[in-house]
T-cell receptor, first 114, second 118 residues
């Protein structure tokens, strides 16, 4: 158990819908990263938040957005969902930002778009 | 943009034997970090080992070691005395110190599926 929690574990929804994925980082970790793992694209970095502020953006679609709240939990919002958005979405947290700080991954949320 | 290539989609090894997983990367940066992550059937991503590019000494963690060849941009993972619990997907990953202001996430390869034969 990494100490990072993600809810829900599984989510099934229809095309065009909007969903919110939630991540609670390890206690004391200020940095949260979101990743998408799909068969087509592999593992891709989406976005990072550090202490409530957006820190870096990766291959995140405009239909996707995220935020980190004052209690440091983070939410990833996916809208106008398409079949290709079906994937495993990981959240990871680290104490600070940068490669010196190990990222601890949550168990992921499996999103299925039908 | 940095790219990470794992040319072996699948590898198989007998229990207790040694196996080497290959990884190459492309970058124009001189300072960066390289990682190997393990993803067992549970899907949990677990850090196996990390290498700082400025360190010439290859990183080692118990039965796991790397062969880091900076000039060749190669970063292979050697697993000694393979155990059944080592069966998993293994991902090589890169993090450049200066990419995106030093705050980007990891860039992953496509992964190698490691099978351990009892």
């Amino acid at each position: 158990d990494s100490g990072v929690t993600q809810t829900p574990k599984h989510l099934i929804t229809a095309t065009g819908q909007r969903v919110t994925l939630r991540c609670s980082p390890r206690s004391g970790d200020l940095s949260v990263y979101w990743y998408q793992q799909s068969l087509d694209q592999g593992l891709q970095f989406l976005i990072q938040y550090y202490n409530g502020e957006e820190r870096a953006k990766g291959n995140i679609l405009e239909r996707f957005s995220a935020q980190q709240f004052p209690d440091l939990h983070s939410e990833l919002n996916l809208s106008s969902l398409e079949l290709g958005d079906s994937a495993l979405y990981f959240c990871a947290s680290s104490e600070r930002t940068g490669p010196l700080y190990e990222q601890y991954f949550g168990p992921g949320t499996r999103l299925t778009v039908t | 943009a940095q790219t990470v290539t794992q040319s072996q989609p699948e590898m198989s090894v007998q229990e207790a034997e040694t196996v080497t997983l290959s990884c190459t990367y492309d970058t124009s940066e001189s300072d960066y970090y390289l990682f190997w992550y393990k993803q067992p059937p549970s899907r949990q991503m677990i850090l196996v080992i990390r290498q700082e590019a400025y360190k010439q000494q290859n990183a080692t963690e118990n039965r796991f070691s790397v062969n880091f060849q900076k000039a060749a941009k190669s970063f292979s993972l050697k697993i000694s005395d393979s155990q059944l619990g080592d069966a998993a997907m293994y991902f090589c990953a890169y993090w450049g110190t200066y990419s995106g202001g030093g705050a980007d996430g990891l860039t992953f390869g496509k992964g190698t599926h490691l099978i351990i034969q009892p």
